[in-house]
């Protein structure tokens, strides 16, 4: 049995931990020392040790560092799934963004992840539905029906509230309403005016992952008639 949420670990200590010898970076040898005291983690520090790694990945740090503790998550599935559904949003994300490797491991994550979030979609943080929808087309989860109703609701609760988003939420938005199922074209066009409204705030890379959402729509679009 898994301690309670009231276990600690001293993230601190991992964090200036020095390997020797020919070992790797001392932020890997944190990460093996993650896993190794994973019993002793409680969910929320899961997900606050994922998000530390996904902002190591970003600033140029390997992925495969972070396997020891992507490992133990996804062994620890059911564990993690009794979480609130908050939480499980971030660890889906920060699994998706730390590539996770393909396994029935994550494959059964995942879709009893979005399972729960679908069946609590009510409790889920707006906020975290367009990472969760992110990670969901990233990783080609096969839950369709709870993809579904994940998004329905979004679109519905969220109506008018798009230009509130930042603009990276949105780009993945659109990238990942081409990406899962069948392509949303009412999705789409929702989104239209705010991306108008903002088009001189996105990025780059923003802009290519809308655009190619469009693209990608529009040719599905030509297909079907």
């Known amino acids: 049995m898994h301690p309670s949420a009231s276990s600690t670990i001293n993230f601190s200590s991992l964090r200036h931990r020095t390997s020797t010898g020919n070992e790797h970076h001392p932020r890997t040898t944190a990460n093996r020392a993650a896993a190794t005291n994973f019993s002793k983690l409680s969910q929320q520090q899961v997900s606050q040790f994922l998000s530390a790694c996904c902002r190591a990945v970003s600033a140029g740090f390997q992925t495969t560092s972070t396997d020891p503790i992507v490992q133990c998550v996804l062994r620890n599935g059911p564990w993690i799934l009794q979480c609130d559904v908050e939480t499980i949003s971030n660890i889906l994300w920060a699994l998706s963004r730390l590539e ?12 009893n992840a979005s399972q729960k979030l679908a069946d609590n979609v009510t409790s889920v943080p707006s906020l975290c539905i367009p990472d969760v929808l992110w990670a969901l087309a990233k990783t080609r989860v096969p839950n369709k029906k709870a993809v579904r109703v994940i998004k329905a609701h979004y679109f519905q609760t969220m109506k008018n509230c798009f ?3 930042e603009t990276k939420k949105i780009a993945n938005l659109c ?3 081409t990406v899962l199922d069948e392509v949303d074209f009412n999705a789409l066009s929702t989104l239209s ?3 108008l409204d903002k088009i001189d705030r996105f990025s780059l890379t ?4 809308i655009t190619w959402a469009f693209a990608k729509a529009k040719s599905s679009q030509s297909m079907a008639r």
């Open 163 to 165: 230009t509130y988003l």
């Open 100 to 111: 996770a490797p393909d396994s029935a491991a994550r494959h059964n994550f995942f879709v």
């Open 193 to 195: 005016p705010v991306i």
């Open 175 to 177: 990238w990942a309403l």
């Open 206 to 209: 923003e802009m290519s992952n």
